[in-house]
């Protein structure tokens, strides 16, 4: 199985502030990366595919980046509404696999 | 405007089965692939199970090969999900989800509202 880690899995930060969360793959999955946000409660929704495109109707405040086995999820500008648990997923292999998710909470 | 509505969660016993739907509307079912995927308790996300858009192609997580059976049903618009001998760690909310290619290796770009599965004796 290709496993995924995200780092951190847990940070503090302010509205405004400039926020990159990372993830990793155990094996190369080229650009197969998908990224997204869930709140409490709430079904998963998705904000990045294949890497880097932004899903219709997310803020361009989002970006995703990276190939093979490094990839960043980067919020440019946090808001409040972006205080979420967010997780980085492969569709590259068989069996899919999310990363463990990070929380991103008000500092 | 895309809706996936899953049912058939419940409290099950150790040792039981169950079947999970997901019923789909406003967009075409058999145009894309469909997944389930779990979140048990204060925990992450996990991938349960994947069927190709034509209900030919399936996968599974390695916890479920061998218990659950993926299906769907292109004429109803409707996903399944065929639990059997449920375990105490199968206990998680879980979600249908839309993978907008055919074959099963892009995205979840549209989930359900997810359906409570607890197994308890």
């Known amino acids: 199985d290709t496993q995924m880690t995200q780092s951190p899995s847990s940070l503090s930060a302010a509205v405004g502030d400039r926020v990159t969360i990372t993830c990793r793959a155990s094996q190369s999955i080229s650009n197969y990366l998908h990224w997204y946000q869930q709140k409490p409660g709430r079904a998963p929704k998705l904000l990045i595919y294949a890497a880097s495109s932004l899903q219709s109707g997310v803020p361009s405040r989002f970006s995703g980046s990276g190939s093979g086995t490094h990839f960043t999820l980067t919020i440019s500008s946090l808001q409040p509404e972006d205080f979420a648990t967010y997780y980085c997923q492969q569709s590259y292999t068989a069996p899919r696999t999310f990363g463990q998710g990070t929380k991103v909470e008000i500092k | 405007e895309v809706q996936l509505l899953e049912s058939g969660g419940g409290l099950i016993q150790p040792g039981g089965s169950l079947r999970l739907s997901c019923a789909a509307s406003g967009f075409t079912f058999s145009s894309f692939a469909m997944s389930w995927v779990r979140q048990a308790p204060g925990k992450g996300l996990e991938w349960v199970s994947g069927?190709?858009?034509?209900?030919?192609?399936?996968y599974y997580a390695g916890s479920v090969k061998g218990r659950f059976t993926i299906s769907r049903d292109n004429s109803k618009s409707t996903l399944y999900l065929q639990m059997n001998s449920l375990r105490a760690d199968d206990r998680a909310v879980y979600y249908c989800a839309r993978d907008p290619s055919r074959t099963g290796d892009g995205p979840f770009d549209r989930w359900g509202q997810g359906t409570v599965l607890t197994v308890s004796s």
């Open positions: 069927i190709g858009a034509r209900g030919i192609s399936t």
